[in-house]
């Protein structure tokens, strides 16, 4: 199985910092990598796919990018309604794997 | 509106049998690809099964490989989950989830369900 090692598990930020969450693959996935948002009692919500594209509607403060087998998830400006959980999620081989997630709160 | 609704959660005893559907609606159903993936009470994601867009190919996880049974009826637009002898690990909110793009096995899954509890216990 392809491992995704996220990090950090949590993170504390305020207001208007830059945010920035990294998954790395045990492997190559190429840029088969999703990044998913999660409020609490709601599904995931796509917001960045294949490594660097941003979803239709979300925000554009969002952004991923992808150096080899290491990925990263920013946030450029944090509002208090991205608290929440993010996950990384590989689709290049079976069994897909999401990473551990990152818990997002406002300091 | 693109959506999935899924239901047939609820209480079951360990070694018991449990159905779940996901009914969708505003799309071309047989055109996707559709994941269940699971999340345990606090937990992350665990992703299940997945079924291609005629119902010819199926995968699992290796948890649930076995005693899960992923099906879909395109004629009705729903998408379903059969669950055998179930184990209290198996406790979790399922959530049904489309893969982003036509005729496609892999990439963003857009939308996803809300998902639908299963709690297994005696």
């Known amino acids: 199985d392809i491992q995704m090692t996220q990090s950090p598990s949590s993170l504390s930020a305020s207001v208007g910092d830059r945010v920035t969450i990294t998954c790395q693959a045990s492997?190559?996935?190429?840029?088969?990598l999703n990044w998913y948002q999660q409020k609490p009692g709601k599904a995931p919500k796509l917001l960045i796919y294949?490594?660097?594209n941003l979803e239709t509607g979300v925000p554009s403060r969002f952004s991923g990018s992808r150096s080899g087998t290491d990925f990263a998830f920013t946030i450029s400006g944090l509002q208090p309604e991205d608290i929440a959980t993010y996950y990384c999620?590989?689709?290049?081989?079976?069994?897909?794997?999401f990473g551990q997630g990152t818990r997002l709160e406002i300091k | 509106e693109v959506q999935l609704v899924e239901s047939g959660g609820g209480l079951v005893q360990p070694g018991g049998s449990l159905r779940l559907s996901c009914a969708a609606s505003?799309?071309?159903?047989?055109?996707?690809?559709i994941h269940w993936v699971r999340q345990g009470p606090g937990k992350g994601l665990v992703w299940v099964s997945r079924?291609?867009?005629?119902?010819?190919?199926?995968s699992y996880a290796d948890s649930v490989k076995g005693r899960f049974t992923i099906s879909r009826d395109n004629a009705k637009k729903t998408l379903y989950l059969q669950m055998n002898s179930l184990r209290a690990e198996d406790t979790a909110v399922y959530y049904c989830?489309?893969?982003?793009?036509?005729?496609?096995?892999?990439?963003?899954?857009?939308?996803w369900g809300q998902g639908t509890l299963v709690t297994v216990s005696s």
């Open positions: 989830a489309r893969v982003r793009g036509t005729y496609r096995s892999g990439g963003g899954f857009d939308p």
């Open positions: 505003g799309f071309t159903f047989s055109s996707y690809w």
């Open positions: 079924i291609n867009t005629d119902g010819s190919s199926t």
């Open positions: 492997q190559d996935i190429s840029n088969y």
């Open positions: 294949d490594a660097s």
């Open positions: 999620q590989q689709y290049d081989g079976l069994p897909v794997t």
